[in-house]
């Protein structure tokens, strides 16, 4: 993807794309991940010109494998993701962003608010095991994006997913290696897992996405 802009911003019809009409609030998300985002601690600096293509679109890419208005619960929110631009790339789903740590659960709220996206997102603070006792709903789909590794993940994520729900786990290139790895787990949870590349857009790089469903 070509890189032009301050955070790798790619072309404004790259973003029409993605985001529709509003590609305004994706510009301001990441203006906030570059300013509060990396001076509150949640965004590495080294991030800064990078916020667009390994953050954003990223994970903006699960959205092609989320069916239409799906209730999604995004665990390990840290800054928003994939939570976030998920919302953004799709107005027709519900999202609950769920984060343990306070001064991450103020950015998200900075965040929802400054976006407005307050019909759609709503955030809660508390861990993904407390979430089922906090009186916290189960979901169509459970996103993630390094929170844990697989067996911990899903010990963590299945009880939240809905019947006939499933989560989507978005991984680097060791993705597959970590399925076979988590292989017997996977079994005794009577889940099953399979690698998926999803993309933003053509022209943004791919998102390795680990689906797992009950197995049949
Ligand atoms: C490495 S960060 C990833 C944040 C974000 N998903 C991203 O991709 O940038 C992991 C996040 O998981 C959260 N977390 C850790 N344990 C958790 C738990 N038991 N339940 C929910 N979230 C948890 C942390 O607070 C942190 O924000």
């Given at each position: 993807?070509?890189?032009?802009?301050?955070?790798?911003?790619?072309?404004?019809?790259?973003?029409?794309?993605?985001?529709?009409?509003?590609?305004?609030?994706?510009?301001?998300?990441?203006?906030?991940?570059?300013?509060?985002?990396?001076?509150?601690?949640?965004?590495?600096?080294?991030?800064?010109?990078?916020?667009?293509?390994?953050?954003?679109?990223?994970?903006?890419?699960?959205?092609?494998?989320?069916?239409?208005?799906?209730s999604v619960l995004d665990v390990g929110s840290g800054a928003g993701?994939?939570?976030?631009?998920?919302?953004?790339?799709?107005?027709?789903?519900?999202?609950?962003?769920?984060?343990?740590?306070?001064?991450?659960?103020?950015?998200?709220?900075?965040?929802?608010?400054?976006?407005?996206?307050?019909?759609?997102?709503?955030?809660?603070?508390?861990?993904?095991?407390?979430?089922?006792?906090?009186?916290?709903?189960?979901?169509?789909?459970?996103?993630?994006?390094?929170?844990?590794?697989?067996?911990?993940?899903?010990?963590?994520?299945?009880?939240?997913?809905?019947?006939?729900?499933?989560?989507?786990?978005?991984?680097?290139?060791?993705?597959?290696?970590?399925?076979?790895?988590?292989?017997?787990?996977?079994?005794?949870?009577?889940?099953?897992?399979?690698?998926?590349?999803?993309?933003?857009?053509?022209?943004?790089?791919?998102?390795?996405?680990?689906?797992?469903?009950?197995?049949?």
């Amino acid at each position: 993807m070509t890189e032009s802009a301050p955070g790798g911003r790619p072309g404004d019809a790259v973003l029409d794309e993605v985001f529709g009409d509003r590609r305004d609030r994706a510009e301001r998300y990441v203006e906030l991940l570059a300013e509060e985002g990396i001076t509150w601690g949640l965004i590495g600096p080294r991030e800064a010109d990078r916020l667009w293509q390994r953050h954003v679109l990223n994970s903006a890419a699960v959205e092609s494998l989320i069916g239409e208005g799906c209730s999604v619960l995004d665990v390990g929110s840290g800054a928003g993701l994939p939570g976030i631009p998920l919302a953004l790339a799709r107005p027709d789903l519900q999202i609950t962003l769920l984060e343990p740590l306070q001064r991450r659960v103020e950015f998200l709220e900075l965040a929802v608010g400054t976006l407005q996206l307050d019909d759609q997102v709503r955030v809660h603070r508390g861990r993904a095991e407390d979430y089922p006792a906090e009186g916290g709903e189960p979901a169509d789909v459970v996103t993630n994006r390094a929170v844990a590794p697989l067996p911990r993940l899903l010990n963590w994520c299945w009880p939240l997913v809905a019947p006939g729900g499933e989560v989507l786990a978005i991984k680097g290139a060791g993705a597959a290696a970590e399925v076979t790895k988590a292989t017997k787990a996977l079994r005794s949870m009577k889940l099953a897992a399979e690698v998926l590349v999803a993309r933003a857009h053509p022209q943004a790089e791919s998102t390795t996405v680990v689906r797992v469903r009950r197995s049949s």
